[in-house]
């Protein structure tokens, strides 16, 4: 089946500008053309290192250096490491030419800086001049300039083994309320009801928490208004917050924080946690065959009057300003943007990602369906705290929020710290 991203509502329709604003409120500003037309393969620095994405990625940069004319060097770095080196990476004298990234505001802060490639030409072409409004908006810079490649989105909700919740006897929650109850019923039967994977070098995934349930209490639009700091983090508001997830903290492991996501789905997967809070990359750790057996609720309501939106991510590439190999970098981000190449990574990978291109096909499983239907049925679509922030904020929500985790008495000093360190990245 042909699919194209979501149309329903405020998403990608060219008329919901509040929709969209999750999208496009941290759009990038100032990049350069390039014009850099030096030999070799273009330099392709990638953080998907887990072994799925890797070989499947592997695999579509084969297809393209089969294809004759330019090619391509692909080199994997360990996704923590891309994503503290990356500033390094762009500023460097002699920076790899292609980079797996975000675009929205996520690419705002390396754009101001003048370290993004100018890709308006490549947008005029056959395949990414059919691609949506609101993804031509996402991947522009305020003055309408295309810096990046989308080709793939996903979805973030607690995923859980459909065989383990038959056995346990329970079914997925609507209200804040029956999931609190699923959480006691779980406890009861002596499993640890959430599992996290804030531990090691993924503290990040700590934000999901904090995005969902503000976005559930205050509204998307306060989340979108509070990350970009018109709204503070020591606010009544974010206090709210809080005092929800304090319902939910017992219920969390006791190794939250000291597994990462990785080790943290094993735990899901081998029965030891009945749930977890996290984006359909987790699927690449699960063992071939495993995913028939893989189901999802999306995060409960709070408030049936605040709108229900849903974290939806867009992944794919963005070129270094600075590249000597920019004619050749253009011709392999317009094989990426293909139905050709997301097809191909998709059959490579755990699938579960949806492809950006109109045509192109996604995997068709029944969790892949059922994730289009969660996104096209969103009021609104949030993308993720970084994301809809900057790379350089993230590091103040990952200290805030895994000091709250360990030290919950103590959040009304973590919140006035968190706003201090935030305003010194607003302020630059």
Request: charged share 20%.
């Given at each position: 089946m042909a699919t194209s991203l979501p149309s329903r509502r405020r998403f990608?329709?060219?008329?919901?500008?509040a929709g969209l604003?999750?999208?496009?409120?941290?759009?990038?500003?100032?990049?350069?053309?390039?014009?850099?037309?030096?030999g070799g393969a273009v330099t392709l620095q990638s953080n998907l290192s887990s072994p799925?994405?890797?070989?499947?990625?592997?695999?579509?940069?084969?297809?393209?250096?089969?294809?004759?004319?330019?090619?391509?060097?692909?080199?994997?770095?360990?996704?923590?490491?891309?994503?503290?080196?990356?500033?390094?990476?762009?500023?460097?004298?002699?920076?790899?030419?292609?980079?797996?990234w975000y675009p929205g505001s996520v690419a705002d802060a390396y754009a101001k800086r003048d370290l993004l490639l100018d890709l308006d030409d490549l947008w005029k072409g056959p395949?990414?001049?059919?691609?949506?409004?609101a993804l031509k908006r996402l991947c522009s810079t305020r003055s309408g300039t295309k810096v990046f490649v989308p080709?793939?989105?996903?979805w973030w909700a607690f995923f859980y083994r459909k065989s383990q919740f038959e056995k346990w006897g329970v079914s997925p929650?609507?209200?804040?309320?029956?999931?609190?109850?699923?959480?006691?019923?779980?406890?009861?039967?002596?499993?640890?009801?959430?599992?996290?994977?804030?531990?090691?070098?993924?503290?990040?995934?700590?934000?999901?928490?904090?995005?969902?349930?503000?976005?559930?209490?205050?509204?998307?639009?306060?989340?979108?208004?509070l990350l970009a700091g018109r709204h503070r983090f020591d606010d009544p508001e974010v206090r709210r917050v809080f005092d929800r997830w304090d319902e939910a903290r017992p219920f969390l492991d006791s190794k939250s924080t000291a597994l990462p996501f990785q080790d943290a789905t094993t735990e899901l997967l081998q029965g030891r946690t009945g749930m977890m809070l996290i984006g359909t990359f987790f699927a690449d750790a699960v063992p071939k065959g495993g995913l028939d057996d893989i189901d999802f609720f999306r995060f409960p309501a709070i408030d049936p009057e605040v709108p229900m939106?849903?974290?939806?991510?867009?992944?794919?590439?963005f070129a270094s300003a600075r590249s000597r190999r920019t004619r050749q970098t253009k011709e392999l981000l317009g094989y990426l943007a293909t139905a050709e190449a997301q097809e191909l990574y998709l059959k490579g990978s755990s699938g579960t990602a949806l492809p950006t291109h109109p045509d192109a096909k996604d995997s068709g499983t029944a969790l892949v369906k059922k994730g289009r239907a969660l996104i096209e049925g969103a009021d609104e679509v949030t993308q993720f705290f970084n994301r809809d922030s900057s790379d350089e904020l993230a590091p103040t929500a990952?200290?805030?929020?895994?000091?709250?985790?360990?030290?919950?008495?103590?959040?009304?000093?973590?919140?006035?710290?968190?706003?201090?360190?935030?305003?010194?990245?607003?302020?630059k």
């Open positions: 990608l329709t060219g008329a919901g500008a604003s999750a999208m496009l409120s941290g759009c990038v500003t100032s990049v350069r053309s390039g014009g850099g037309t030096a799925q994405a890797k070989s499947a990625l592997q695999t579509v940069v084969d297809a393209f250096n089969s294809r004759g004319g330019s090619r391509v060097s692909l080199n994997t770095i360990a996704s923590e490491t891309f994503r503290t080196q990356l500033p390094t990476y762009l500023t460097s004298a002699n920076p790899p030419d292609l980079y797996t395949d990414l001049s059919r691609y949506s409004a080709t793939t989105y996903y929650p609507e209200t804040w309320d029956e999931f609190l109850d699923l959480c006691d019923k779980l406890k009861g039967k002596k499993v640890e009801p959430i599992g996290m994977g804030a531990g090691g070098n993924t503290a990040w995934i700590s934000s999901s928490w904090f995005d969902y349930l503000n976005i559930r209490i205050n509204g998307p639009q306060y989340h979108r208004d939106a849903e974290e939806a991510p867009t992944d794919g590439y990952d200290t805030a929020l895994i000091r709250y985790l360990a030290e919950p008495e103590k959040i009304g000093s973590i919140l006035t710290t968190w706003q201090r360190d935030a305003e010194k990245i607003w302020g």
